[in-house]
């Protein structure tokens, strides 16, 4: 299908949009910032110069500057013929991408619980772009649903039952279009079927989540009912002690401020005292400031044995893959955290690492490696535009039911 596929991301004061042709190549990149204040801003990517938005910061405002200035270089001058949207918690009603429908935006209201700031600014998206491009067919790809593969025991917390009967209280698991992109990248890397590749796949961005994927299926993942469960993230403290919320009471800290502090000011940015950046971080250390190497070991050891866990879902592994702009460009933090999984026979060559695995294509692992190592950029964006246009393909002719022969 010839035209151009927009995608969407669409969060409480942001907005980022990518716009690919139909052999999926990316076209043009756009992001507003600040929405909603006086501040606003929006920026098409590659060029310095900001445009001022602040006269209609609004989602729907910001998206139809950027449209009209994806025009004038000839981007979008004929509407898209699909959108997709990133909608962040599809609970356990989405398995896949859905086309949007009133009864699918109900659906995603009903999860709004599971994702206070997220489905409801995913929501809004939907509604700007709606009334922009009205005949514009759009779909929902949910950051939940590659993770509904989940193992019934390793979904369900160790609480009483009625909390998952009566409040779907249960782990979901996030980035499941990252995690989705190593599975086909490392498949298509290493020759094999997406249903015969088993990996761990690292998404360390300023959040972090990782998955065990056996034979193509997501079967473990480090992030829970919400994102803050799992890994040390930029901000969010990732796993602690549900004792904790009872002993910070008898403080004088709500849950509510707690709450805050988990997800706002713990972290890297917690540890440091310093900064949630990564890249800063790494300088701070260099420069001597003990609590910032002090944030980065317990990133990393945290990080490996999150990998060691992960094994026990596993019965082979074909790669640990990195990815996201932590795993993508930091050749210490790999090397760190591989340092303490020598028992599961992983070892690092250090030239591939400090090159980000351009040497030898995507590998970073010693000859001496049990198991190959990848470095991979995530392509959340490409993952969306396919399945968008794969939904909107199908609409037209549906997939074609296969008779086999019964024996
Ligand atoms: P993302 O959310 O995927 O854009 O990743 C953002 C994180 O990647 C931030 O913590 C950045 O500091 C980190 N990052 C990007 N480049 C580097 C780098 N060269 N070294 C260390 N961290 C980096």
């Not at 989405?94 to 700031?117: K, Q, R």
């Not at 250390?285 to 003990?290: K, L, N, P, S, V």
């Not at 340092?339 to 030239?351: A, Q, T, Y």
Request: glycine share 8%; hydrophobic share 40%.
């Amino acid at each position: 299908m010839k035209g151009t596929t927009l995608v969407v991301n669409c969060g409480s004061s942001s907005l980022k949009l990518a716009v690919f042709d139909h052999q999926y190549n990316r076209l043009i990149n756009g992001l507003a910032e600040r929405l909603g204040t006086p501040s606003a801003y929006a920026v098409i990517t590659g060029n310095k110069d900001t445009i001022d938005i602040s006269g209609d910061s609004t989602h729907r405002g910001a998206l139809a500057t950027l449209i009209k200035r994806f025009r004038k270089r000839n981007v979008l001058g004929l509407p898209p013929v699909a959108i997709g949207h990133r909608v962040v918690h599809g609970g356990e009603k989405f398995t896949d991408a859905a086309m949007i429908t009133p009864a699918v935006i109900e659906a995603i209201e009903a999860c709004a619980s599971l994702a206070p700031l997220h489905n409801p600014a995913n929501l809004t998206g939907i509604h700007a772009t709606g009334e922009l491009f009205p005949n514009v067919p759009q779909i929902a790809v949910f950051d939940t649903a590659f993770h509904q593969s989940l193992p019934e025991y390793a979904y369900l917390y160790a609480l009483p039952y009625e909390y998952y009967q009566q409040w779907g209280v249960r782990r979901y698991g996030f980035h499941g279009t990252s995690h989705s992109f190593m599975l086909a990248e490392t498949a298509r890397l290493l020759n094999k079927k997406l249903e015969n590749t088993s990996l761990i796949s690292a998404h360390l961005g300023n959040g972090c989540s990782i998955t065990a994927i056996a034979n193509g299926k997501s079967v473990d993942t480090s992030m829970g009912l919400t994102p803050l469960e799992g890994l040390v993230m930029g901000t969010r403290s990732g796993d602690i002690d549900p004792g904790l919320f009872d002993f910070l009471a008898g403080k004088g800290i709500s849950a509510e401020d707690l709450h805050h502090d988990l997800n706002h000011k713990s972290g890297l940015l917690g540890l440091s005292q310093q900064t949630n950046d990564m890249r800063t971080l790494v300088a701070s250390a260099d420069d001597g400031h003990r609590l910032s190497q002090v944030a980065i070991d317990v990133f990393c050891f945290k990080l490996a044995r999150y990998i060691g866990a992960m094994s026990s879902s596993l019965s082979t592994l074909d790669a640990l893959v990195f990815t996201g702009g932590i795993g993508e460009n930091s050749a210490r933090i790999r090397a760190r955290t591989v340092e303490h999984l020598s028992l599961l026979g992983l070892v690092i060559d250090s030239d591939s690492n400090l090159n980000h695995g351009r040497l030898r294509e995507h590998h970073i692992e010693h000859t001496n490696s049990r198991f190959p190592i990848l470095v991979i950029p995530t392509n959340e964006e490409l993952v969306i535009a396919n399945a968008a246009l794969e939904s909107v393909r199908n609409a037209i002719a549906p997939p074609q039911s296969i008779t086999t022969e019964t024996s």
